[in-house]
């Protein structure tokens, strides 16, 4: 079981839109991003396509910002609890390519 502690739901910022938390949070953060996007993950930047879901370990930091005429994403979900995929723990920060159809 876990616990959301917060969500947003389809947010839209201009192209100046910029977050930077070198110390990111004490939880998880799911963001599903729904334009493109520029990702500093571990001092490499990488460029995402429309329809990326990303996971922020927690204390990890997040470094993101628009990558075009505004960033969209459909949801940011704040969670508590440690998050497995495959029976592996997210200890880093996982990028995804979510294939919109």
């Not at 201009?14 to 939880?27: D, H, K, L, T």
């Not at 930047?45 to 628009?66: E, G, K, Q």
């Not at 979900?77 to 029976?87: F, K, P």
Request: aromatic fraction near 10%; include cysteine.
């Amino acid at each position: 079981m876990f616990k959301i502690l917060r969500m947003g739901c389809n947010s839209t910022h201009e192209n100046s839109f910029a977050v930077n938390r070198p110390n990111g949070y004490e939880w998880y953060l799911l963001l599903l991003v729904k334009s493109p996007a520029l990702f500093n993950i571990s001092g490499e930047l990488i460029s995402t396509p429309p329809n990326t879901l990303i996971i922020y370990d927690r204390n990890s930091p997040h470094d993101y910002r628009a990558f075009g005429a505004e960033y969209n994403r459909v949801g940011e979900i704040s969670l508590n609890r440690e998050i497995s995929t495959s029976h592996t723990t997210v200890r880093t920060v996982r990028y995804t390519a979510v294939q919109s159809t």
